[in-house]
């Protein structure tokens, strides 16, 4: 009973201060993490120590697979050198750097120790800085980036800490923890010496992560065939739900890193997800996870913050001095913030080299270096690595401080004035209507692909169905196109469709509601009927947000993809008072206006009635047209089907 009473307690604080900080447009893992410090010091709150079992097996693999389940395969190619220099040299030059800081602060401690709580503190973490970074906006490739890096970081950190403990020949428990310590050796204490040369620690990260990239190729064959053969959703789901956990298991199992090796199923699951699933097991997978990943992020923060007042208690039994553990805390911390941004700034003149960003067309610019270099917050795996070095160390109180302290303060310090470094930089996030166009483009091609099929296949119609879908997806793109603007002040067909929609609906289920409640149809009949109601209404929400959002947007670029007519075609100053005459003319009214950027003619778009800049385009054959409405500067090349 208490153990549920702590589990309800935990699951509505989160809640609770998760709501608050939306309405005080805070970070919520940062006053996450404020409130579970200040709840530590409270009497009578019920001490929560978190160990490595607890969060290697119980919240990595699943964390880890949430993210890499919604991380793009292309992005994350895309980017992969700086990622690898991330995940894989920065955590060794931290480890390094730390070891070297702790060594020389901290009397009598030896330099697998030192190295220990290097590795400890080296990694990011998973979540912390992609949640900051996406709430406040930051460029796709940064987030990208950031991603890649703490899906992987954990993987090199804990091999580095399982090198550095087995070099003191320290032992660990057995459990979770055997995930950092595989070879640790035999001695206990904090003596002796493993004689570990660099080519074994080469040799280890090797077989360790080559390990993990095999179990997770394996685990994604073995998944991938099984739902080749699903048909229920729910099936489905529950065996994703296993997946994270059977994978690390598997992994450890034979000393690979469990960390590569979840992440390697999950990038290819989620990728080949339109393959290997159908829509509703897609659907009902992606919901899931977002649930469970939001309960178990922000539980994590509250969970550190809780760590404070029983870490800050047992220092008081060090030999060291306060004022020297406070030095030591301090100077780590420092430590971590300054050997990142000496290491990103090197790693992008010397190796990198960024080109331009495929989406945006710009070479990212320094600005975008220094933010990647002080996103660098650590989180729950830290905590939980420092547990690993086992009890009897010298000082390990004070070691588990120095993981709390970088933790929390690269989250506080880092966290709050990410948001503030982003607008004083003028970092623009990812612009709205850049994605509402390529959208729009993206359903047009699908569309094409759609009518070549439909065109190919031989259908006895005597119901004029095909041509009923045809007017469907037609109407599916007119929409798309029309999210990125209307006539001001005038409702387009979109909104007008989605407004007198959604109250039939709710017209609808107020009837049904009527008649379950008269018994005289069954229930499961009802659930159907109402489900299918709740599926039609939340496409209309998603898709008034998304204009609402859009409306508040303008944007001044639109790079992509140009052909040579969009090259040969550049941006003008279209009016700003024109007319549609072919709408004047047969007396409807446009919707949105096109400008013909070869004679300047006017048209209306193919969401109005007329559909003027098609028709002028197929009596003319002018190529490129442009939007004419306020704030817009898109192109579209109906030759190619290309926008920019």
């Keep these: 009973m208490e153990v549920a009473l702590l589990l309800v307690s935990l699951a509505v604080s989160v809640l609770l201060v998760t709501a608050v900080a ?76 730390v070891g070297a800081v702790v060594h020389a602060l901290i009397p009598g401690i030896g330099w697998p120790v030192a190295f220990a709580i290097g590795a400890v503190v080296a990694p990011p973490d998973a ?15 940064l987030v ?33 923890e055997e995930s950092a310590g595989h070879g640790a050796g035999q001695g206990a204490g904090h003596g002796g010496s493993g004689g570990i040369s660099v ?38 789901t529950a065996l994703s ?49 977002r649930t469970l990943a939001f309960v178990l992020e922000h539980a994590v923060f509250l969970l550190i913050g809780l760590q404070a007042a029983g870490l800050v208690a047992d220092v008081g039994d060090s030999t060291l001095g306060t004022g020297r553990i406070i030095g030591v805390c301090a100077a780590v911390l420092l430590a971590v913030i300054v050997i990142r941004l000496a290491w990103v700034f090197p790693s992008r003149f010397l190796i990198v080299k960024p ?18 270099g002080w996103a660098g917050m650590r989180g729950v795996v830290t905590l939980a690595a420092a547990f690993v070095i086992p009890e009897g160390t010298e000082h390990r109180e004070v070691l588990l401080l120095i993981a709390f302290t970088t933790v929390a303060g690269t989250l506080l310090l880092q966290g709050l ?44 119609d005597t119901h004029g169905v095909v041509e009923l879908i045809r007017q469907r997806v037609e109407q599916r793109n007119f929409a798309a196109w029309e999210r990125l603007g209307t006539t001001p002040g005038e409702e387009s067909p979109s909104d007008l469709y989605a407004r007198v929609r ?53 944007s001044g670029r639109r790079p992509g993809e140009q052909c040579d007519h969009l090259l040969s075609h550049p941006v003008v100053a279209t009016a700003t008072d024109g007319t549609c005459p072919g709408c004047l003319e047969e007396g409807t009214r446009w919707v949105a206006l096109r400008q013909c950027l070869e004679c300047r003619h006017i048209g209306c778009c193919d969401s109005s009635p007329g559909r003027h800049a098609t028709r002028h385009f197929h009596d003319t054959g002018h190529p490129v047209m442009q939007s004419a409405e306020p704030g817009e500067d898109w192109r579209w090349c109906y030759a190619h089907h290309l926008t920019a």
């Design 22 to 97: 939306e309405r005080l447009n805070l970070p919520a893992p940062l006053l996450l993490i404020v409130v579970g410090v200040a709840a530590s010091a409270v009497p009578g709150v019920l001490e929560i120590e978190l160990s490595a079992d607890v969060v290697l097996l119980g919240l990595l693999p699943p964390l880890l697979y949430a993210a890499a389940l919604s991380t793009s395969l292309v992005d994350f190619n895309a980017q992969r050198r700086p990622i690898l220099l991330l995940s894989v040299g920065l955590v060794i030059a931290t480890t390094l750097g």
């Design 127 to 141: 979540v912390a800085a992609t949640a900051i970074a996406r709430r406040i906006g930051l460029p796709r490739r």
């Design 144 to 176: 990208t980036i950031l991603e890649g890096e703490s899906l992987l970081n954990d993987a090199t950190a804990l091999v580095a800490l399982r090198t550095a403990l087995a070099a003191g020949g320290l032992t660990v428990g057995h459990g979770a």
């Design 199 to 236: 080519g074994e620690v080469a040799l280890d990260f090797v077989v360790a992560a080559g390990g993990g990239v095999l179990v997770g190729l394996l685990v994604y064959a073995v998944v991938g065939r099984i739902r080749a053969r699903l048909e229920d959703p729910v099936m489905d």
């Design 241 to 289: 739900l296993v997946v994270p956990f059977g994978t690390y298991v598997a992994a450890e199992e034979i000393h690979a890193s469990g960390v590569i090796a979840v992440v390697v199923a999950g990038l290819l699951l989620g990728h080949q997800a339109p393959v290997l699933q159908s829509a509703q097991s897609r659907i009902a997978e992606r919901m899931n996870w």
């Design 355 to 372: 080109t331009a960003d495929r989406h945006t067309g710009l070479v990212p610019p320094v600005s975008h270096t220094f933010l990647l």
């Design 417 to 460: 004035t990410l948001p503030v470094l982003t607008r004083r930089l003028r970092v623009e996030p990812p612009d709205p209507m850049d994605d509402a166009l390529a959208r729009a483009t993206l359903l047009h091609q699908a569309g094409l692909a759609g009518e070549a099929k439909l065109a190919e296949l031989d259908v006895a």
């Design 502 to 554: 959604g109250e039939m609906i709710d017209a609808e289920r107020a009837r049904i509601l009527e008649i379950r409640a008269g018994g005289t149809v069954p229930s499961e009949v009802v659930a159907d009927v109402l489900a299918l109601l709740d599926v039609e209404e939340s496409m209309l929400d998603v898709a008034t947000e998304e204009r609402a959002e859009l409306r508040e947007s303008t």
